[in-house]
């Protein structure tokens, strides 16, 4: 972890000494006076006037220690929605929110096309319940009926995920359920049979996961795109596949919850299945082994970058999986950024 140097610590103390407290996490100037300004607000929203300083500067403090910012405030903008955090359950990032907002595009323009009233949509390994709580929000006003289903091993993020739901709707951000429009966050286990089996009997159009995709040895060493402030605070629960999960001939272990979902997209047929991955090597793989599905024969594959929405010039539209035919499979790539998720059409929405 590269060093803040000193000179800038003197540049933040004179702007404030809170500023110089948060430079220990936030590593530049502005970063931290933006910060220092969110927590000055949040404290000045939550807390009484004579013990607002007082939690300033203890709450500063936990930042500075490298506490995530959304666990310090307690929450993150997710589209429309104010979603809450606690430790133990993963926090939304931007790039989860930008891939949501243009399935949630692709899903109307699926409408428009198809004439579709009703729609299901089912969100494995839910954490927060954003990616539920969003596509909700997003698809109330096109479908009259819309049913979303938001499942998780876990029981701390089933009761976040339902405080979410609980609080955006008091707010405002999502309109009140009724029979025709719900959602439904549950606990379950996807490699369980018995928690899956009535979700493997209703037919689902849109099934989305953001699964755990770590590989044990990267949480460890802390190699990658992985910031040492997310092994240190966030759970490994939701980031690394556990090592009872054994995967499938072909695959690796930070690939075992893939193997599963393609397996339960086979069973519920979705028109669109939308995964996120955590780097190009794992899309790769992962797409290699989809082409040797049985899934693949009943629909087509797309990759997206971090903004899915925005394509640049400069980067390619394709990328070539080696296939274990020996021959490379073209797979469209859109976006800008890093590459971020995977979207599987169904054969009859391959050609919108």
Not at 76 to 81: E, I, K, N, T
Not at 91 to 96: D, F
Not at 166 to 173: D, I, K, M, R
């Amino acid at each position: 972890m590269p060093r803040t140097p000193p000179w800038l610590f003197r540049q933040a103390k004179k702007h404030s000494p809170l500023a110089a407290t948060l430079l220990l996490a936030c590593k530049s100037l502005p970063l931290a006076v933006n910060e220092l300004r969110w927590i000055r607000e949040y404290v000045n929203l939550n807390t009484k006037p004579a013990q607002r300083e007082q939690r300033l500067h203890a709450l500063c403090r936990q930042r500075g220690q490298g506490i995530p910012l959304q666990y310090v405030l307690k929450s993150q903008p997710f589209g429309p929605l104010d979603i809450k955090c606690k430790p133990g359950v993963l926090i939304p990032r931007p790039e989860t929110e930008a891939y949501t907002y243009h399935l949630a595009n692709e899903v109307k323009r699926l409408r428009r096309r198809d004439g579709l009233q009703e729609l299901r949509v089912l969100d494995l390994c839910t954490g927060t319940g954003c990616i539920p709580l969003l596509l909700f929000s997003l698809l109330q006003k096109p479908f009259k009926s819309l049913q979303v289903q938001g499942v998780d091993v876990s029981a701390e993020a089933v009761r976040l995920a339902r405080e979410n739901m609980a609080a955006n709707t008091s707010l405002g951000h999502l309109k009140v359920a009724s029979d025709q429009q719900q959602v439904q966050i549950t606990q379950g286990d996807i490699f369980n049979d018995l928690d899956m089996k009535n979700i493997l009997s209703t037919k689902w159009d849109v099934l989305t996961s953001n699964p755990p995709y770590i590989s044990l040895d990267v949480w460890n060493s802390g190699r990658g795109q992985m910031g040492h402030s997310v092994r240190k605070f966030e759970p490994a629960l939701a980031l690394v596949p556990g090592a009872h999960l054994k995967p499938p001939p072909g695959w690796q272990s930070s690939d075992v919850f893939y193997a599963r979902l393609l397996d339960i997209a086979y069973h519920v047929r979705p028109k669109l299945l939308l995964f996120e991955i955590g780097d190009e090597p794992q899309a790769l793989r992962v797409v290699k082994n989809y082409l040797t599905h049985r899934l693949a024969s009943l629909s087509s594959v797309e990759i997206w970058r971090d903004t899915p929405d925005v394509q640049e010039n400069s980067v390619h539209q394709h990328i070539d999986v080696s296939c274990r035919k020996g021959l490379d499979y073209p797979v469209p790539i859109k976006g800008s950024g890093n590459i971020r998720s995977i979207l599987i059409r169904s054969v009859d929405t391959a050609a919108f």
